[in-house]
């Protein structure tokens, strides 16, 4: 079994910053793609940023330049960092990963974390 778990959610004002962390636990045995996703209330979960395991990012064009994903693959860990947050940044963000994981046999899939909101006040 593997969990993910995101840390680092809060409030703040608009042009701050904040640092995500997603943590992966687990028998795992490799992870390849990460990404972070966001859902506003009433509004569509979005694919945010996701880096693979080559390190090759995707950022989504109203986050580029002010976001940064990046991970460490010995700590199973992807963080994003949020500069000059705006109020549209409000959502819950999600971590999600494609892992592969041994329990018994091996396992594999795309696995979400619980979410940690992130608030920005204007």
């Known amino acids: 079994q593997v969990q993910l778990v995101e840390s680092g959610g809060g409030l703040v004002q608009a042009g701050g910053s904040l640092r995500l962390s997603c943590a992966a636990s687990?028998?795992?045995?490799?992870?390849?793609?990460m990404g972070w996703y966001r859902q506003a209330p009433g509004k569509q979960r979005e694919l945010v940023a996701s880096?693979?395991?080559?390190?090759?990012?995707y950022y989504k064009g109203s986050v580029e330049g002010r976001f940064t994903i990046s991970r460490d693959n010995a700590k199973n860990t992807v963080y994003l960092q949020m500069n000059s947050l705006k109020p549209e940044d409000t959502a819950v963000y999600l971590c999600n990963a494609e892992m592969k994981y041994i329990r018994g046999s091996y396992y594999s899939g795309a696995y979400w974390g619980q979410g940690t909101q992130v608030t920005v006040s204007s």
């Open positions: 687990g028998t795992i045995v490799s992870i390849n793609h």
């Open positions: 880096i693979t395991s080559g390190e090759i990012t």
